[in-house]
């Protein structure tokens, strides 16, 4: 497992694909600042809450020089759907190998009735311009976190 990251840290670099067929990797995206934001499954209930909230405040983060990713072990076809399904403008990358959900530290065991499991631990990342991690939100609540990260983004835009 990767160590913890922390604010101040580079951020693990990745090239994925992503709905539509595209690929997303860090690296073409220097110089803006981007969200990264994990999570379990698409079409779920607090993932498809969490996606509505970040796609509703879209253009807040495109003023705020921010651009929104949403990264899961699903497919690239499941993301197509989702996307598809709740109009979403911005790129959904797929982890299948769990290779960026592990550099991340978001690939942890998890707890369910008892019973172990590997899953996605839903968090996000603020990168700036220069690949550094501002800011990470842990164990995210969805209830106002979009509105929570966008503060951040808007502040970062500013600093």
């Not at 803006?32 to 079409?43: A, E, G, I, S, T």
């Not at 076809?77 to 598809?84: E, Q, T, W």
């Not at 530290?105 to 550094?132: A, H, I, N, P, Q």
Request: charged share 30%.
């Amino acid at each position: 497992m990767a160590d913890m990251l922390n604010p101040g840290d580079k951020a693990p670099d990745f090239s994925l694909p992503s709905d539509g067929g595209g690929t997303v990797s860090l690296k073409k995206l220097k110089g803006q600042n981007v969200v990264l934001y994990f999570y379990p499954k698409d079409d779920t209930s607090g993932c498809t809450k969490e996606a509505m909230e970040f796609n509703a405040l879209r253009a807040k983060f495109a003023k705020a020089g921010t651009e929104i990713i949403g990264v899961s072990p699903d497919s690239t076809a499941s993301h197509d759907k989702f996307k598809k399904k709740y109009d979403l403008a911005f790129p959904l990358v797929s982890d299948e190998q769990k290779d960026m959900l592990a550099a991340y530290g978001v690939w942890v065991e998890k707890s369910m009735y008892g019973r172990k499991y590997m899953g996605v631990e839903r968090t996000t990342f603020l990168v700036d311009g220069k690949g550094k991690i501002h800011e990470i939100w842990r164990k995210v609540k969805v209830p106002g976190h979009a509105e929570a990260v966008l503060k951040a983004a808007q502040a970062l835009n500013k600093g």
